[in-house]
């Protein structure tokens, strides 16, 4: 089973809660964010966005040199195979800012499944 890109990344601790306010609540109700899990240890944050057939995976992830990593993907199963495998949609691995983070993740669900 293929892993998300993130997994390999350097990562500091982080609080979940001021990376969800750094990405914004609005912006979060917009992309229809829900089933929010944390490891704060770790500075992961996951959450799904969407709903119905688009509905995707997102990781955000502290770097060890204060930025961000963000991935988008989702777990599929095709039929006759065994185990879900990762496939990732759309990934930025690090530079992003905690200023711009929630605008970067907004474009990249854009670029995901709309092509914009």
Known sequence: MSMPVL???DRAPAD???TLSQIGRRRLL???AHKFRHDDPKGE???TIGEGSRTALVIVVLRADDTYGV???RMRRRRGEGLPSWK???VKESGIYCDTLGEVLEGMWNEAYYGS
């Open 45 to 47: 944050l996951r959450f």
């Open 88 to 90: 990732t949609l759309k």
């Open 16 to 18: 979940h809660q001021v």
């Open 7 to 9: 997994n390999d990344l």
């Open 71 to 73: 991935e988008i993907g």
């Open 30 to 32: 917009l992309l229809g």
